[in-house]
C-alpha cells in the first residue's frame, strides 16, 4: 500500500495579472517539497506534498518526476492514473498537452507526447512478448461522455467488468502502432474538442478531457496476457461559480462541473475518513468519479497534479485547490499487475484483503 502521489505546480504570472495586480505572488517555495501560500488574510499556510514545481521548472521535470514511473508500470500491465486539478487558466492543459500536441518543440512538450514517446520507448522489457497499444479519448461535458474520436457517439455509458474494471462501453479505441500515428490521432480528438466548443458555445475548459491508453503485453508460448491502462485526466476549471459571474448556459456548465468535483472531493473524503473499507464510497454520484473508481479505489498508480496560479489575485482559489490536494494525498493505493492468468484469485484478492466472509460470499 503506498499513497497516491500529490505534486504543485505554479505557473508563471501571466500578463494579466501583471498587469491588473502588478508583481504580486501569494508563493513562496521553501524546497523541492514544501512552499508557502499567504492567503488572502496574509496568514502563511504551509503545504508539504511530493514535490513542488515552481515557476522555474519544465515539462520535462514534471514528466521525470510524475508521470514517467507511472508510464514504465502500464508497459508492465499495472494501472495508472494522472490527474490536473485547479482554476481555468491554471496550467492543466499546459501540463497535459503542452502549446501544442504536434510541433512546440522537444522542452515544450507536455505529459500526453512524453507519454506516447514513454509507451514506445519502454514497453521492450520482453523481447518474446507481443504488444498492442489502444487509444481512447473521451469528454465528460454535462454528465454526458463524448467520444471524441467519433462525435457520433455522443452519449457512451460506463460498464464494469469483474476483471477488466471500468469500461466506457462502445468507446472507440484507435489502435497505435507508432508515436507519430499516436501523436495524430491525439491532434483529432483534440480538434473535436474544439468543434464541440463552437458547437455548444462554449470553452474546452468547461469539460472534463480523458485519454485512455491501454497497452496490452501477449507473452509467445504461454498464455499469459498483461493489460495496463494508462489514464490521464485534464479536469474542468475548479473555479467558484459566484466569482465567474457566470449566466445562462455558462452557469448551467458550472454547476455541473461543480456537482461532479464535488463528488470527486466527497469520494476522496470517504476514501480517507478513518474507517477506510467498511464505508460507502459514493462513485456513482457523478460519471467522473465513477470512470475514475479503479483509479481512486485502489488497483491503479495515480498521480495528481494541482495546478495554480502564483499571483496574490487568486489566491483563494489557490488555496482551495492545495487543500484538495492535501486531502487527497491520504488515499492509498495497492494496484497490481493486471495478468489473466490468474484473474479470479487477484480479484479476491483485492477485494478481501482482511479475507472477509462477507466479501467471499460476494465472489
Ligand atoms: P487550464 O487548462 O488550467 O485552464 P492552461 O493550461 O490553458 O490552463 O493555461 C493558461 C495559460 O497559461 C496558457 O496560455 C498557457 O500557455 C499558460 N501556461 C500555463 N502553464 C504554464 C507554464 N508552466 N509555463 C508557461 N506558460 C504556462
Ligand atoms: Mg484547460
Known amino acids: 500500500m503506498s499513497n ?187 480538434a473535436n474538442r474544439a468543434v464541440g466548443e463552437t458547437q455548444m458555445n462554449t470553452a474546452s475548459s468547461r469539460s472534463h478531457c480523458i485519454y485512455i491508453f491501454t497497452v496490452q503485453q501477449e507473452l509467445t508460448g504461454d498464455k499469459r496476457m498483461k493489460t495496463g491502462k494508462l489514464v490521464l485526466v485534464d479536469l474542468a476549471g475548479s473555479e467558484k461559480v459566484e466569482k465567474t459571474g457566470a449566466e445562462g448556459r455558462a452557469l448551467e456548465e458550472a454547476k455541473m462541473i461543480n456537482k461532479s468535483l464535488s463528488a470527486l472531493g466527497n469520494v476522496i473524503n470517504a476514501l480517507t475518513c478513518g474507517s477506510g473499507r467498511a464505508n460507502h464510497i459514493p462513485y456513482r454520484d457523478s460519471k467522473l468519479t465513477r470512470i475514475l473508481q479503479d483509479a481512486l479505489g485502489g488497483n491503479s498508480r495515480t498521480a495528481l497534479l494541482c495546478c495554480c496560479s502564483p499571483s496574490v489575485s487568486n489566491a483563494s482559489e489557490s488555496l482551495s485547490t492545495l487543500r484538495f490536494g492535501a486531502r487527497a494525498k491520504h488515499i492509498k493505493a495497492s494496484p497490481r499487475v493486471n495478468c489473466n492468468e490468474d484473474k479470479y484469485s487477484k480479484k479476491h484478492e483485492a477485494l478481501c484483503p482482511d479475507k472477509d466472509e462477507s466479501c467471499k460470499r460476494i465472489l
Not at 7 to 29: M, N, T, W, Y
Not at 116 to 121: L, T
Not at 132 to 138: D, E, N, R
Open 4 to 190: 497516491i502521489t500529490v505534486c504543485a505546480r505554479f505557473r508563471p504570472l501571466s500578463s494579466k495579472e501583471r498587469r491588473d495586480h502588478g508583481d504580486g505572488v501569494c508563493i513562496r517555495c521553501m524546497d523541492t517539497e514544501t512552499f508557502i501560500l499567504k492567503d488572502e488574510k496574509e496568514e502563511d499556510i504551509i503545504f508539504s506534498f511530493d514535490r513542488v514545481f515552481c515557476e522555474k521548472s519544465g515539462q520535462a521535470e514534471v514528466y521525470e518526476f510524475l508521470v514517467l514511473p507511472i508510464v514504465r508500470d502500464a508497459v508492465n500491465g499495472i494501472n495508472g492514473t494522472i490527474i490536473t486539478y485547479g482554476q481555468t487558466g491554471a496550467g492543466k492543459t499546459y501540463s497535459i498537452e503542452g502549446p501544442g500536441i504536434l510541433e512546440c518543440g522537444e522542452q515544450k512538450k507536455g505529459i500526453l507526447p512524453r507519454v506516447v514517446d514513454g509507451i514506445f520507448e519502454h514497453n521492450k522489457p520482453d523481447k518474446m512478448a507481443k504488444y498492442s497499444i489502444k487509444l481512447s479519448m473521451v469528454e465528460i461535458y454535462m454528465e454526458k461522455i463524448r467520444d471524441l474520436f467519433d462525435l457520433s457517439k455522443d452519449n457512451i455509458q460506463i460498464k464494469e467488468s469483474k476483471i477488466e474494471g471500468i469500461l466506457l462501453s462502445g468507446a472507440t479505441e484507435m489502435s497505435i502502432i507508432d508515436p507519430a500515428e499516436a501523436l495524430q490521432s491525439l491532434s483529432t480528438g483534440i
